[in-house]
């Protein structure tokens, strides 16, 4: 089964940082634009970040642009979420999807409707 498998969330404080993986399992990242999405209690699935199959174009949404940092390593199947300064309003579950191919223009808002091989995702849980 091809999918994504999410790791790294957990319990941070407002201001605290975590590092989010999500792992390719059954397919290879590369030729793939890359979406981070989030889910929070009660509201809809959003686009956080997206970046393209080759690296060069990140794109993020508004309110976590200058706080999050997505990246990707091919060699080793997984993309990642630097993020800092948590906020409350950061509560959710993060998830990762492939989100397009080569041409694929990322966009941080990207639509939860482009996603493919959705896993479990990770919980991330922002209190004192």
């Known amino acids: 089964q091809s999918q994504f498998v999410e790791s790294g969330g957990g319990l941070v404080q407002p201001g605290g940082s975590l590092r989010l993986s999500c792992a390719a399992s059954?397919?290879?990242?590369?030729?793939?634009?890359i979406g981070w999405f989030r889910q929070a209690p009660g509201k809809g699935r959003e686009g956080v970040s997206c970046?393209?199959?080759?690296?060069?174009?990140?794109a993020y949404t508004d309110s976590v642009h200058g706080r999050f940092t997505m990246s990707r390593d091919d060699a080793k199947n997984t993309v990642y979420l630097q993020m800092n300064s948590l906020k409350p309003e950061d509560t959710a579950i993060y998830y990762c999807a492939a989100v397009g191919g080569a041409y694929y223009e990322c966009s941080g808002d990207v639509s939860p409707n482009r996603g493919h091989h959705w896993g479990q995702g990770t919980q991330v849980t922002v209190s004192s």
């Open positions: 059954g397919f290879t990242l590369d030729g793939f634009a």
């Open positions: 970046i393209s199959n080759d690296g060069n174009s990140i």
